[in-house]
């Protein structure tokens, strides 16, 4: 039975392994064809931002390849397809104001919202999570 989870977010990225934990819980859950609402808030709101690009590790002596580094816009899209793939669906949104305030208004992924989706996200959910920063 599909279940619809919200989960509002508000780490930014790379900052807390917070959001580790949140995008493994959300890619168990589209994987399993579950329909998941994402509130991306605050600094989460640059999770999905565009122009996110990988980067070589001169330190370590990795060139661009070599490094790898994953970017968080590449998981959102990523958790899409895989709901996708599973027949459950990701609405995420992440909040106006938030975008506004950091310039990170160019989505890979998602849409633009305010906290009124978050609310109608969560009367409609069978659960709710928040994952709060520090």
């Not at 168990?28 to 991306?40: E, P, S």
């Not at 931002?49 to 959102?76: I, M, Y």
């Not at 975008?99 to 890979?108: N, P, S, T």
Request: include cysteine; charge should be negative; charged fraction near 20%.
């Amino acid at each position: 039975m599909k279940k619809t989870i919200t989960i509002l977010l508000m780490d930014p990225p790379y900052e807390s392994e917070n959001l580790t934990t949140a995008f493994r819980i959300m890619d168990v859950a589209a994987r399993r064809g579950h329909h998941l609402n994402v509130f991306a808030y605050e600094g989460a709101a640059a999770l999905a931002f565009a122009k996110q690009a990988q980067h070589p590790n001169p330190v370590h002596g990795k060139n661009l390849a070599e490094e790898n580094h994953p970017t968080t816009k590449d998981q959102v899209v990523g958790l899409h397809a895989a709901a996708e793939q599973a027949g459950g669906k990701i609405d995420w949104v992440n909040c106006g104001m938030c975008v506004d305030e950091r310039g990170v208004g160019e989505f890979a992924a998602g849409r633009r919202g305010s906290p009124a989706d978050f609310h109608t996200s969560c009367e409609a959910s069978d659960g709710v999570l928040v994952i709060p920063t520090k």
